[in-house]
């Protein structure tokens, strides 16, 4: 895959973040995600690629753009077919409420390595490049919290462990307590939360909980290009998710998804801040028609991160001046 398209979709993160972030703090979450989304979805065309939405905003009937099969990119004879995981407003509360960490972001595959299910919610494990192979989802959280501080060389009370606070996690969380490991406690975002997971000094040692299965494909392309360790299982909601999930091609819905058959080959993480998080700045709106944005590109084929901080005149961009 063309390193050069890295830069090409920083300006399609960059478009969504600055579009919602006209939204961060006003307590509506529909028109924020609507606006990440129409600045993404036009910001697509202009990439010369062959691009397959395999991870999106739903499937047909539930999402008018940037929908699970959805064609994007400018399509040339000699243009890379690509499949697109991306979420343009990941964390649309924390938007709303102007709270930490929401983040617009994209993983890119070449064709056929990401991936392809129904949107419905994924039991997800996480941890840094350290503990790489010592996590199993089908073990107890209590026994990889020890795997995982027995490879990190550090007492389990040392642990943080990262949960999204759901009333479906009240056994998880009561069961974590009790290793003696800290927990911290999310709202929403769990993309941020599995690559903090892996992320050097964040203070995060390991994810573990249901989530969105959209947010757990592009943490599996993130943890590729970290060299973390993924692991899901999808939680089907209704025999209708489950009937669809057959229909897409899975020959087993109930099957572990290691890292490998969650994103693999060459792939590409790339994310813009919406507002300040552990990873990325928010969006700054200066003086004068200006702003800045805070983005992350990086690449499992070599393993470079790179941290792009841009300035833009908003009076050259007038979809993004509304």
Same mark, same amino acid.
């Given at each position: 895959m063309d390193r050069n398209l890295a830069l090409e979709f920083v300006r399609v993160t960059e478009a969504a973040a600055l579009a919602s972030a006209r939204w961060v703090g006003r307590g509506e979450?529909?028109?924020?995600?609507?606006?990440?989304? #129409? +600045?993404?979805?036009?910001?697509?065309?202009?990439?010369?690629?062959?691009?397959?939405? $395999?991870?999106?905003? !739903?499937?047909?009937?539930?999402? *008018? /753009? %940037? @929908?699970?099969?959805?064609? $994007?990119?400018?399509?040339?004879?000699?243009?890379?077919?690509?499949?697109?995981?991306?979420? *343009?407003?990941?964390?649309?509360t &924390?938007?709303?409420?102007?709270? $930490?960490?929401?983040?617009?972001?994209?993983?890119?595959?070449?064709? !056929?390595?990401? %991936?392809? +299910? *129904? #949107?419905? @919610?994924? #039991?997800?494990?996480?941890?840094?490049p350290a503990a790489r192979g010592q996590i199993d989802i089908d073990l107890s959280p209590t026994e990889n919290i020890k795997r995982v501080a027995a490879a990190l060389n550090?007492?389990?009370? #040392? /642990?943080?462990?990262? &949960? %999204?606070?759901?009333?479906?996690?009240?056994?998880?969380?009561?069961? $974590?307590?009790?290793?003696?490991?800290? &927990?911290? %406690?999310i709202g929403d975002g769990d993309v941020s939360a599995a690559v903090s997971a892996a992320w050097p000094d964040s203070g995060i040692d390991l994810l573990i909980g249901i989530g969105g299965a959209p947010e757990g494909v592009i943490s599996a392309a993130a943890m590729q290009c970290l060299g973390g360790d993924f692991q899901g299982r999808l939680k089907f909601r209704n025999e209708e998710e489950k009937a669809r999930a057959v229909k897409m091609g899975l020959k087993n819905p109930e099957q572990k998804f290691t890292i490998d058959e969650l994103a693999s080959g060459s792939v590409m993480f790339i994310a813009t801040g919406v507002t300040d998080g552990p990873l990325l700045r928010g969006v700054r709106f200066l003086s004068n028609g200006q702003a800045k944005t805070h983005s992350i590109v990086m690449r499992s084929a070599t393993g470079t991160i790179r941290t792009i901080e841009a300035h833009h005149d908003l009076g050259r961009k007038p979809n993004l001046m509304k």
């Open positions: 979450e529909k028109p924020a995600d609507a606006a990440a989304v #129409d +600045a993404m979805r036009k910001a697509f065309d202009i990439i010369r690629m062959d691009g397959t939405v $395999v991870i999106g905003e !739903g499937e047909r009937d539930e999402a *008018p /753009m %940037l @929908y699970i099969g959805e064609k $994007v990119g400018a399509k040339s004879d000699d243009a890379p077919s690509l499949d697109i995981a991306l979420d *343009p407003l990941e964390g649309t &924390i938007c709303a409420t102007g709270g $930490v960490g929401s983040i617009s972001v994209i993983a890119v595959a070449e064709k !056929g390595n990401f %991936l392809h +299910a *129904p #949107d419905t @919610y994924m #039991d997800k494990i996480a941890c840094g550090k007492p389990v009370s #040392d /642990m943080t462990v990262v &949960i %999204l606070n759901r009333p479906r996690h009240k056994e998880l969380i009561e069961e $974590v307590r009790r290793t003696g490991a800290r &927990i911290n %406690l």
